[in-house]
């Protein structure tokens, strides 16, 4: 299964981005689907994943991230609201075809695949 994850750039604080991340390789879509990102010396964070049907996002992106899916095309989407500067980080994707308890999609461990990743510079 490849990722390929798109849409990142560079915007000012208060403006939107939308990632894409299409996933190839195999006939089903994977049923879980997600994003992490990793910011300028930090480690590697969860942002939020669809499982399933049910979306979860970490509090510091909360009403100001959306995921959604589109299993026709094989893509998830992250449309990013409100952005701030502390929001400039390397987004990357990631799949896994099993289900997983919804308390563990926090974790990178549970995800089979991963994308290479996009920049998303916001600017103050």
């Known amino acids: 299964v490849q990722l390929q994850a798109s849409g990142g750039g560079l915007v000012q604080a208060g403006g939107s981005l939308r990632l894409s991340c299409a996933a190839s390789?195999?006939?089903?879509?994977?049923?879980?689907m997600g994003w992490f990102r990793q910011g300028p010396g930090m480690e590697r964070e969860f942002v939020a994943a669809v499982n399933g049907g049910t979306t979860h996002f970490a509090d510091s992106v909360k009403g100001r991230f959306t995921i959604s899916r589109d299993n026709a095309k094989n893509t998830v989407y992250l449309q990013m609201n409100m952005l701030k500067p502390e929001d400039t980080a390397v987004y990357y994707c990631a799949s896994r075809f099993g289900r997983v308890n919804s308390g563990s999609l926090y974790s990178g461990h549970v995800y089979n695949y991963w994308g290479q990743g996009t920049l998303v510079t916001v600017s103050s």
């Open positions: 390789g195999r006939t089903l879509s994977p049923y879980v």
